[in-house]
């Protein structure tokens, strides 16, 4: 860790205890006030801390913010396990659990499939919000205006040939997967996997999460995974329900295929 940045944990932890001025802050962090000063300063230009009238410092709401965000994400985490686990187990696929935060779609949670050939992705990994069936349903929570922009900039790499390619593509699918209630990924990020997702909702009634099933084609043919769409959906309802949500999430299940179908 640098110096500069160990210094500045430093001061936001004292400001945290009540040590609020200048002289205060630079004698307990045992440097010249002139640092202690410069690094406040940037502290304060990204909301970290705040200073009054008086030349006190105190907790700027970005420590609030970052905090509400952090128990939230593990407070979906922790609720969703029993019901990720038990669609993991009923269905035997890989299972994951994914959030969204300022443009990017983070796997929080994974069910490892019981299949040798398994998904690669990892906790704590971004997922590709153009190419995944948990990114489509995540950008369906946003108004038009912020979906708008982030699609605007979204780097469109081609994994596969069926990876969208523009922003008004990702647009046009995302609203289809709003309206119908789930989303899919057909073999768009892996030319061997098909997924399909749905949203978690929260007590506000806002997305407040995605749950998703992957399975290679070997396993299964991509009907098939669409047929796993009905108990997909009875997982996400009960952990919404479980998070406080009391309306109603829509669901429209895909018309049948044939079990031949491969895009």
Known sequence: ?????????????????????????????????????????TLESHGFVTRDAAFRYHVGSAVFSLAQSALEGRDVRRVASPTL?????????????ATYESGTVTYIDKVESRQ???MYSRVGLPAALHATAVGKVLLG???????????DGIDYER????????A????????????????????????FMNCVGAPVFGADGKVAAAVSISVPNVVLPYADVLALLP???EATTTIS???????????????????????
């Open 231 to 233: 108990v997909l959906h």
């Open 241 to 263: 329900a479980e998070l406080g949500f009391t309306g109603s999430a829509p669901f429209i299940p895909p018309a049948p295929l044939r079990k031949d179908t491969h895009g």
């Open 85 to 97: 686990q038990a669609l993991g187990a009923s269905t035997g696929q890989t299972v994951h659990l």
């Open 141 to 151: 929570g946003l108004d038009d205006a912020v979906l708008r922009r982030i699609a």
């Open 168 to 191: 008004d593509d990702l647009i046009a699918e995302v609203r289809l997967s709003v309206s119908r209630g789930w989303a899919q990924d057909h073999e768009e990020h892996e030319t």
């Open 159 to 166: 994994f596969t040939d069926g990876t969208i390619g523009t």
């Open 1 to 41: 860790m640098s110096q500069s940045l160990s210094r500045a944990l430093d001061l936001l932890d004292f400001v945290s205890r009540g040590v609020d001025s200048l002289d205060a802050l630079a004698e307990r962090a045992g440097v010249h006030k002139t640092t202690v000063l410069r690094l406040l300063q």
């Open 116 to 118: 040798p050939l398994r």
